[in-house]
């Protein structure tokens, strides 16, 4: 519910698609809208409709990209929109949350599990010479040791493969890294979870970002 919208409002929200086990409205100063969308929806309509009523959004799969398109960011993925006079500007907070995660496992070789969102706020983050990014193509057959950090969703299908002495981290939380960190386990990996420190590192940039509104 989202409540009295009536143009004195500033409210803040999340914009995604099955939001259940978002953490992110016990994170922020209420009220928090979960805005849960079907993965077709047009970003760009509801953007401008509610502009006047909402000062920021977070901003999770599958619109992440779609968000970037509209503002015209220069990554090609973005995780919070800031109200900005007559337009939204986009900053990406998961390169904090990125940060964070990296410092945790340290330095040396790291294979990253898809090319998503979270891979780009990877890449934001720092060099990584060791960085290798394979998609699920590319993955199917493959033997995985060493540190892996997965960024798959746990509903996607995946393709047969292995992890033989790694490490992987999970940087989803709540319900879904909990069947990732078990489809881990049964691929012969070792589950590092890590979802609330990437969480808690993005989500106090976003309210940094928020306090700029206009």
């Known amino acids: 519910r989202h409540g009295c919208l009536d143009g004195r409002t500033a409210r803040l929200g999340i914009l995604g698609s099955a939001l259940a086990h978002s953490?992110?409205?016990r994170l922020h100063t209420q009220p928090f809208d979960r805005i849960d969308l079907p993965p077709d929806a047009s970003l760009?309509?509801?953007?401008?409709?509610?502009?006047?009523?909402?000062?920021?959004?977070?901003?999770?799969?599958?619109?992440?990209?779609?968000a970037a398109a509209h503002t015209g960011a220069t990554?090609?993925?973005?995780?919070?929109?800031i109200r900005d006079g007559d337009g939204w500007r986009a900053e990406n907070t998961d390169v904090q949350g990125a940060r964070a995660v990296l410092a945790a496992l340290g330095e040396g070789p790291l294979t990253v599990l898809g090319d998503g969102g979270v891979t780009v706020a990877l890449r934001a983050a720092?060099?990584?010479?060791?960085l290798?990014?394979?998609?699920?193509?590319?993955?199917a057959g493959a033997r995985l040791g060493g540190t892996v950090l997965w960024t798959w969703p746990a509903?996607?299908?995946?393709?047969?493969f292995r992890f033989e002495d790694a490490r992987v981290a999970v940087v989803a939380y709540g319900a879904p890294a909990r069947l990732i960190a078990r489809e881990i386990r049964?691929?012969?990996?070792?589950?590092?979870?890590?979802?609330p420190r990437w969480l808690i590192a993005q989500a106090r940039r976003q309210r940094q970002l928020w306090a700029s509104a206009r």
Not at 52 to 64: D, S
Not at 75 to 81: F, I
Not at 132 to 139: A, F, I, K, S
């Open 44 to 66: 760009p309509a509801l953007l401008e409709a509610l502009r006047p009523y909402y000062r920021g959004f977070a901003v999770t799969n599958p619109f992440k990209k779609a």
């Open 132 to 139: 290798t990014v394979l998609t699920r193509n590319e993955v």
């Open 23 to 25: 953490r992110s409205p």
């Open 75 to 81: 990554l090609p993925a973005v995780n919070t929109l």
């Open 186 to 195: 049964a691929r012969g990996g070792t589950p590092v979870r890590l979802g």
């Open 155 to 160: 509903h996607v299908a995946l393709p047969d």
């Open 126 to 130: 720092a060099p990584h010479p060791g």
